[in-house]
């Protein structure tokens, strides 16, 4: 196997287009676990840890670019008020360990259904920045995950850095796992409220063969508060709104049994997190300043 260390973004793209195969590593959370299990002998390996780029983050007015390498303890401590969602999530990513090491790109890059990036990402909007050496683009978050561990990008791509809109209001994550650390999500689910658009945006983890929207319960949703005058009035959200959300969403998993959790379990707790992170959310909204978001829980 042969190691290959660019020490720029350009070395890093020459050497892609080179060795379409060669495999990226960043933190090498995922990467290392398939070798050690000799699930993968790739004939290169990529390593991104040159690239100091990839490690940065800007903060615009209305979005934030994330540099794909990224840490989760650094979205955890720098990034809280713009990307509330993805910062509970990062907080639920394995250990400090991994958290120190593993990214936003990464799990990316893996695109298991299951990674805990992928739910906050489709709630807050986002895209994701990929480039080769023939140029750059922009991937929207609903369009990059196109089956299981599968994605969007072309063999020669890297993905330099995501996207993600800063919370224009409260956000949450929430994960149903075995325990509360070290754990790969059972189901997994992101909630956003945008009340500059006045939408509601989901993102369910772990419960279908990608990440996905429950887009029937988003429309559904939003009418409601629409045609209800919820928005202005910041009325309480009754039971029955509530519940028939909670429905729809789990109406949008298709899940699998699996040694985690059988497919109904998965149904009704994506039911129970969309229904409680919705009443968490607009709570928040409806209190002082209408922007602060609560802390994540289990369901
Ligand atoms: C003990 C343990 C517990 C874990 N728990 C969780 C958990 O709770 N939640 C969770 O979501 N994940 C978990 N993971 C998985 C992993 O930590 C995450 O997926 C993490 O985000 C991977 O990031 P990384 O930088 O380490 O990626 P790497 O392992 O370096 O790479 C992962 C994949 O992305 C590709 N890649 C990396 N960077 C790029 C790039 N810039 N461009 C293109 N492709 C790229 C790699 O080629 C590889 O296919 C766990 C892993 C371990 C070992």
Known sequence: MDFLRPASWQEALAAKAEHPTA????????????????????EHLLDLGRVGDLYEWEAGEDSVRL???????????????????????????????????GGVGGNLGTASPAGDAHPALLAAGAEVEVESVRGSRRIPIDDFYTGVKRNALAPDELIRAVHVKKA?????????????AMVIAVCAFGLALHPDTRTVRTGIGSAAPTPVRARTAEEFLNAALDEGGFWDSGKIITPS?????????????????????????RRHAVGVMARRTLTWTWESYRGAGRTTSRKGGAA
Do not use: W
């Open 23 to 42: 495999v990226p590593i960043a933190g090498g959370t995922d990467v290392m676990v398939e070798i050690n299990f000799d699930h993968r002998r790739p």
């Open 241 to 265: 709104l509530a519940k028939r959300f909670a429905d729809l969403c789990a109406a949008a998993c298709n899940p699998i049994d699996d040694v985690r959790g059988t497919a109904s379990y």
């Open 67 to 101: 540099g794909a390498s990224v840490p989760y303890t650094r979205i955890m401590e720098n990034l809280r008020a713009e990307l509330p969602g993805l910062a509970l999530a990062s907080h639920t990513v394995a250990s400090p360990q991994i958290r120190n090491r």
């Open 168 to 180: 224009d209001g409260p956000q949450q994550y929430s994960k149903v796992g075995t325990r509360n």
